[in-house]
C-alpha cells in the first residue's frame, strides 16, 4: 500500500507526487492514463507543439457538444494524454495570473492562503527563469525582480525573434492609451501589452513531466506508471460518519485485467477539468438525477460535480502579410522545415525552438462600455483584464487549417472574463464512454459583446503606422465584418477555444452549499480525497492556465504534507 496514490500526471499531479515524495518517509504511487513523455522529439521541439494535437495518440480527442454560441458547432477539445498532461502538448505561454484572480480566489474560498502574496513563495518554487534559446540581451523585455531563478520549470522569453515583434512594440508607443505597454506581466499586474514568457529551456519544452517527474525517477518512494487509467474509486468504509473512499480501479484499456489499489492516506486526483469530474460521478459523487440517468449509484449527493466550467474563447484573426519571414513557410515548406530542424538539433535555436507568440497583452473594456448598464463587471478587479490579444507570426486558426500557399499575421483574441458557464457529464457507468462536455462558449450578452469588442480593437491596433507596408487585408471575413452585426456574425462563425477550462470540481468557503472542494481542497461529504487540478480554480485566471495550476499544485502539497 501507498501513503498516497496520484491520478493523472499533469500540471497538478506530476507537482503533487514530486513534491510529496521528497520527504523520503511518505511513499506515493502516481497513475498516469497515457503515455511516456520520453523520446517522443515532437513533444521535446517547441513549435511541433501545434501538431500535437488536435484527434493524435498523444490527446484524449475529445468534442464538445454542438455550442449554440458558436453556430451550434461542435469543437473538438484536446486534453493531454501522457506523463506532463496537457503540459506535454500546450503552447507553453507561462503566466502566474493577476493580483485579482488570487486574493477573489481567498475571498470566495474564505482562506487567505489563496491570496496572491501568500502565493509568491509558490511561484518561487515553480519558476526558473532562464535566458531564451537565441541569449538575445533582454533589457526592457522584463523586470528581473519579479521572477524566480529557483524554481523546477525552465521558463524564458521568446528564443526567436520574429518581423511582427518591433512593431507590436511600436503600436504600444504610438497608441499607448488604448495599448500601453506591460513591461513584465508575471508579477501580477497583467495589463497592458508586453514580452511574453514561455515554459521553454534551452530551446526545449519544460512540461511538468520534464521539471518535477524526471528529477524525482531515482527515489524510492515513488512508483510511476503509465497506462493506467483510473476508472472508478471505491468506498473502504466510514470515517466521521462520511464514505472514505480510499481505493482506485485502474486499467490499461477496455477489457484489460483491473487493479484495485489502497492508500493509507489519501487519493490525490489530478486528473484535470474533464477527468476528475467524471472520475467523480463514475464514483457515485454528483448529481444524484444525472447519475441515475447514467446508472450509477449515488453515494454523495452533489450537484455542483461538473457544473460552472468557464473557459477562454479564443478568436483568430489571420491578416495576409508582405514578408516570406514567417512561420508559416517553415511548417508548409520541406526544405525550409529540414533547415529549422537541422539547426534545432545543432543547438536548440530557431523558429522551431521558441512558442507561437512572442508578444501578447491584457486589455479592459472602456468604463462606459454600454454592457455595464446591463451587467456587472466580471472581471477578477479592476486590475483585471475582460479579453487578450496574442501576436502570432503565422496563419493561426483552429477552424480552419492553412492555405497552401502565403505569409501571414495572426491577432488571436481570447475572452478572459467569461460570464457563460459550462459543464460536462458522464452519460454512462463505462469508464471509456466519452463524456459530454459543453463549456457553453459565448452564451451571454457579455461574452458576445467583449468579442466583438475586442474585434475592434484588433483592428485598430493593427491601423497603426507601424504596419504600414506589411500587413494588407485580412482573410476569412474579417475584411468585410464591419456593422456590430457583422462582426457578431464572424465571431460566432469563427470562435473556439483557448483550451483554458476550469471550475467543474470548484473551491468554495467550508460549509458553503455549493462547491465540490473546501478550500484544503478535500472533496466535501467524504473521507480521503482530494483534488489538486485545474478543476478546483472556480474562475479562469487572467492567465494561459499552467502558472496558476502549478501554483495552486504547489500549495495543495504543503497542504496534503501538513496533514500527513
Ligand atoms: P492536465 O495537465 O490535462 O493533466 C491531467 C492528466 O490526468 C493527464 O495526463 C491525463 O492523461 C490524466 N488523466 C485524466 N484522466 C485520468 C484517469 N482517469 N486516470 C489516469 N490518468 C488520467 N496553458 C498555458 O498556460 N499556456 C499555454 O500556452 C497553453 N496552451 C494549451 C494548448 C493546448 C492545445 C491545450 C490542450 C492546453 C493548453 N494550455 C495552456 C492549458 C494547460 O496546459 C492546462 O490548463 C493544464 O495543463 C491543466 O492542468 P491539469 O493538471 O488540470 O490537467
Do not use: C
Amino acid at each position: 500500500d501507498y501513503d498516497y496514490i496520484v491520478v493523472g500526471a499533469g500540471a497538478g499531479g506530476a507537482v503533487v507526487a514530486a513534491r510529496l515524495s521528497e520527504d523520503p518517509r511518505i511513499s506515493v504511487l502516481l497513475v498516469e492514463a497515457g503515455i511516456s513523455n520520453e523520446g517522443i522529439t515532437d513533444v521535446a521541439i517547441p513549435l511541433m507543439g501545434l501538431s500535437l494535437t488536435p484527434n493524435t495518440m498523444l490527446d484524449w480527442n475529445f468534442t464538445t457538444t454542438p455550442q449554440p454560441g458558436l453556430n451550434n458547432r461542435a469543437i473538438a477539445y484536446p486534453r493531454g494524454r501522457l506523463l506532463g498532461g496537457s503540459t506535454s502538448v500546450n503552447y507553453m505561454v507561462y503566466m502566474r495570473g493577476s493580483e485579482d484572480d488570487f486574493n477573489r480566489y481567498a475571498s470566495v474560498t474564505k482562506d487567505s492562503g489563496w491570496k496572491w502574496d501568500h502565493m509568491q513563495q509558490y511561484a518561487q518554487r515553480n519558476e526558473n527563469l532562464v535566458s531564451p534559446g537565441d541569449q538575445h540581451n533582454t533589457t526592457g523585455q522584463l523586470i528581473p525582480s519579479q521572477h524566480s531563478t529557483s524554481g523546477a520549470i525552465s521558463v524564458s522569453l521568446a528564443g526567436n525573434p520574429t518581423p511582427i515583434d518591433s512593431r507590436v512594440i511600436a503600436t504600444t508607443r504610438e497608441l499607448s492609451d488604448e495599448f500601453p505597454f506591460n513591461p513584465d506581466m508575471v508579477g501580477g499586474n497583467i495589463l497592458g501589452i508586453g514580452w511574453s514568457f514561455a515554459s521553454i529551456g534551452n530551446g526545449t519544452r519544460s512540461s511538468s513531466a520534464v521539471g518535477y517527474l524526471a528529477p524525482a525517477a531515482g527515489r524510492s518512494n515513488l512508483d510511476v506508471v503509465i497506462n493506467a487509467q483510473a476508472t472508478k474509486l471505491e468506498v473502504t468504509g466510514k470515517v466521521r460518519n462520511v464514505p472514505s473512499f480510499r481505493r482506485v480501479l485502474v486499467t490499461e484499456k477496455a477489457g484489460a485485467p483491473v487493479l484495485a489499489l489502497t492508500a493509507k492516506h489519501e487519493i490525490i486526483l489530478s486528473a484535470g477539468t474533464f477527468g476528475t469530474p467524471t472520475l467523480l460521478q463514475l464514483s457515485g459523487i454528483g448529481d444524484r438525477n444525472e447519475l441515475r440517468a447514467a446508472g450509477v449509484a449515488t453515494v454523495v449527493h452533489n450537484p455542483s460535480v461538473g457544473k460552472n466550467m468557464s473557459d477562454h474563447a479564443l478568436l483568430p484573426n489571420v491578416w495576409n502579410v508582405n514578408s516570406s519571414d514567417t512561420y508559416d513557410s517553415v511548417l508548409r515548406n520541406p526544405d525550409e522545415f529540414k533547415v529549422s530542424l537541422a539547426q534545432w538539433t545543432k543547438d536548440r535555436t530557431g523558429p522551431l525552438g521558441s512558442h507561437i507568440t512572442n508578444n501578447l497583452g491584457w486589455l479592459r473594456l472602456p468604463k462606459t462600455a454600454s454592457i455595464f448598464k446591463t451587467t456587472h463587471d466580471p472581471a477578477a478587479g479592476p486590475k483585471s483584464s475582460h479579453f487578450e490579444m496574442l501576436f502570432v507570426n503565422m496563419w493561426v486558426n483552429p477552424n480552419v487549417p492553412p492555405p497552401p500557399t502565403g505569409n501571414f499575421m495572426s491577432v488571436v483574441l481570447a475572452l478572459i472574463s467569461p460570464t457563460s458557464r459550462g459543464s460536462i457529464k458522464i452519460t454512462s457507468s463505462n469508464p471509456f464512454a466519452k463524456p459530454l462536455i459543453n463549456p457553453n462558449l459565448v452564451a451571454t450578452d457579455f461574452d458576445i459583446f467583449t468579442l466583438v469588442e475586442a474585434v475592434k480593437a484588433a483592428k485598430r491596433f493593427v491601423s497603426a503606422k507601424a504596419w504600414k507596408g506589411y500587413i494588407q487585408d485580412a482573410v476569412g471575413g474579417l475584411e468585410t465584418a464591419k456593422t456590430d452585426k457583422q462582426i457578431e456574425a464572424y465571431v460566432r462563425e469563427n470562435t473556439n477555444t483557448i483550451w483554458h477550462a476550469v471550475g467543474t470540481a470548484a473551491m468554495s468557503a467550508k460549509g458553503a452549499n455549493y462547491g465540490v472542494v473546501d478550500p484544503d481542497l478535500k472533496v466535501k461529504g467524504v473521507d480521503g480525497l482530494r483534488v489538486v487540478d485545474g478543476s478546483i480554480l472556480p474562475f479562469v485566471p487572467n492567465a494561459h492556465t499552467e502558472g496558476p495550476i502549478y501554483l495552486i499544485a504547489e500549495r495543495g502539497a504543503d497542504l496534503i504534507k501538513k496533514d500527513f
